[in-house]
């Protein structure tokens, strides 16, 4: 990759990141996946074969695989909060 496909910058560094998978109203969170990273606006981007095992993780926890954590995260709809 010679150059970011956002804005242009052509410093790009290879980077462990966190990535959020939603499907279907369900979230996975993945942590040190591997990417490269923008140094000027931070857009990641990732390897197909890395996108598609986050895939195939994903579909086996659905199917009861077991995981190393879990979180409970509050959800709010912004149109329903008093904004002064």
Known sequence: ME??????NR???SALTE???KHNGNYMIFH???SLQCEYCGE????AKVLKQIEK??????NG??????????VEN?????VA
């Not at 990641?44 to 390897?47: A, I, Q, V």
């Not at 993780?57 to 659905?62: I, K, S, Y």
């Open 44 to 47: 990641k981007y990732f390897e």
């Open 32 to 34: 040190n996946l591997p």
């Open 3 to 8: 150059s970011c496909s956002f804005c242009g």
């Open 65 to 74: 695989k077991a995981v190393r954590d879990r979180i409970i995260v509050p």
């Open 11 to 13: 410093n790009i560094k």
């Open 57 to 62: 993780e994903f579909v086996a926890v659905q």
């Open 19 to 21: 990535y959020t998978y």
């Open 78 to 82: 912004f149109n329903m909060i008093d």
